[in-house]
């Protein structure tokens, strides 16, 4: 059994080696499980990319993919789970926030349950109430809007079986929520509870987090398309109920209408709601846009790894698992995708 390990690499060069040493002795604890660690550099503006192909020099069971510039945490995952080839997957940031020992906790609760995830949900959240408020109220939304079970509180480390890691890669959208794919992708999961580590600044800041959750919705949900069209048949029936009260009362009764005031506050406040729901068809219709051109969602400079000891290094092209998303536009397209290219180096 191999135990493959995907962490995304961005500001993480300090906790490289640890993430490593800490990986690989948590899976030997493990009787009969080989590892595998594949780190994806997404363009970090720090050495990490330089640490992880000096592990990868000495050690023939890492893999390092060098994207050609920054795509995001959610396409680097994807992309590392591209190259994963174990029998199981672990999914871990490497700023250590996560403990790599989870490993062995989440094994023996796939083994103990059968399921074919299992992930961690922190018991304590550690950053300020308005992060906590905005991360509550940003999961009540989307299981109102999408119909959704996300759950709140879960950390990116998970433990997956090969069938749901082969589900997962079956998703070919360009603009990646990767936590909605999770939900979506259905087999069983299991929580399990963790106490999560804050040891590094979150490189989400509000206006990212804002985009995300924008993001997350419109990928997930068709709902507010539909509370759009409830809205305007509503404001249709008050308008046209409106206006058959104000002829009715003229005519009967004579009243002039009045009120410039009330008519130019209707007149923003109907302006205002015609612009927002225009920004939400607009938002869903850029998705359409960005979908329909068949941009890769990620670009590999280059795979690094050593070959096993005793082969002379060569350079070739490997194979992934989904031909469109990741490979160059003239490379051949087998059933598992195709990355740019491969250099192995010396061990």
């Given at each position: 059994?191999?135990?493959s390990?995907?962490?995304?690499l961005?500001?993480?060069?300090?906790y490289?080696?640890?993430?490593?040493?800490?990986?690989v002795?948590?899976?030997?604890?493990?009787?009969?499980?080989e590892?595998e660690?594949?780190?994806?550099n997404?363009?970090?503006?720090?050495?990490?990319?330089?640490?992880?192909?000096?592990?990868a020099?000495?050690?023939?069971?890492?893999?390092v993919?060098d994207?050609?510039?920054?795509?995001?945490?959610?396409?680097?995952?994807?992309?590392?789970?591209?190259?994963?080839?174990?029998?199981?997957?672990?999914?871990?940031?490497?700023?250590?926030?996560?403990?790599?020992?989870?490993?062995?906790?989440?094994?023996?609760?796939?083994?103990?349950?059968?399921?074919?995830?299992?992930?961690?949900?922190?018991t304590h959240?550690k950053?300020?109430?308005?992060y906590?408020l905005?991360?509550?109220?940003?999961?009540?939304?989307?299981?109102?809007?999408?119909?959704?079970?996300?759950?709140?509180?879960?950390v990116?480390?998970?433990?997956?079986?090969?069938?749901?890691?082969?589900a997962?890669?079956?998703?070919?959208?360009?603009?990646?929520?990767?936590?909605?794919?999770?939900?979506?992708?259905?087999?069983?999961q299991?929580?399990?509870?963790?106490a999560?580590?804050d040891r590094?600044?979150?490189?989400?800041?509000?206006?990212?987090?804002?985009?995300?959750?924008?993001?997350?919705?419109?990928?997930f949900?068709?709902r507010?398309?539909?509370?759009?069209?409830?809205?305007?048949?509503?404001?249709?029936?008050?308008?046209?109920t409106?206006?058959?009260?104000?002829?009715i009362?003229?005519?009967?009764?004579?009243?002039?209408?009045?009120?410039?005031?009330?008519i130019m506050?209707?007149?923003?406040?109907?302006?205002?709601?015609?612009?927002?729901?225009?920004?939400?068809?607009?938002?869903?219709?850029?998705?359409?846009?960005?979908?329909?051109?068949?941009?890769?969602?990620?670009?590999?400079?280059?795979?690094?790894?050593?070959p096993?000891?005793?082969?002379?290094?060569?350079?070739?092209?490997v194979?992934?698992t989904?031909p469109?998303?990741?490979?160059?536009?003239?490379?051949?397209?087998?059933?598992?995708?195709?990355?740019?290219?491969?250099?192995?180096?010396?061990?």
């Open positions: 059994m191999k135990i390990v995907v962490s995304p961005y500001r993480s060069a300090p490289i080696d640890s993430l490593y040493r800490r990986c002795e948590s899976i030997r604890s493990i009787d009969g499980a590892y660690i594949v780190l994806v997404d363009a970090s503006p720090d050495d990490g990319v330089t640490v992880a192909k000096r592990i020099r000495r050690d023939p069971n890492v893999i993919v994207l050609a510039r920054n795509y995001g945490q959610h396409r680097a995952v994807m992309v590392g789970l591209e190259h994963a080839s174990g029998d199981l997957v672990f999914a871990i940031d490497a700023d250590l926030e996560d403990e790599p020992e989870w490993i062995v906790r989440f094994y023996e609760e796939m083994a103990r349950s059968g399921c074919d995830v299992v992930y961690g949900v922190q959240m950053r300020g109430a308005a906590r905005g991360r509550g109220l940003f999961f009540r939304t989307m299981r109102v809007l999408s119909g959704a079970t996300f759950r709140e509180n879960t990116s480390a998970r433990l997956m079986s090969r069938r749901f890691v082969d997962v890669l079956k998703f070919k959208e360009r603009e990646i929520f990767i936590e909605g794919i999770w939900d979506m992708c259905g087999f069983s299991m929580p399990v509870n963790v999560k580590y590094s600044p979150t490189t989400y800041t509000l206006p990212r987090l804002f985009s995300l959750a924008i993001n997350g919705i419109t990928s949900s068709t507010p398309l539909i509370a759009i069209a409830i809205m305007g048949v509503a404001m249709c029936i008050v308008a046209f409106y206006t058959a009260f104000i002829i009362d003229n005519l009967l009764y004579g009243n002039p209408v009045e009120g410039w005031s009330s506050a209707a007149v923003l406040v109907i302006g205002g709601l015609i612009i927002f729901c225009n920004g939400i068809m607009a938002v869903y219709l850029a998705k359409v846009f960005i979908e329909v051109k068949q941009r890769p969602s990620a670009i590999i400079k280059e795979v690094y790894h050593a096993p000891r005793g082969e002379a290094p060569q350079e070739s092209h194979a992934g989904n469109d998303r990741y490979s160059a536009p003239d490379a051949p397209r087998p059933e598992r995708p195709e990355t740019v290219s491969l250099k192995r180096l010396d061990a």
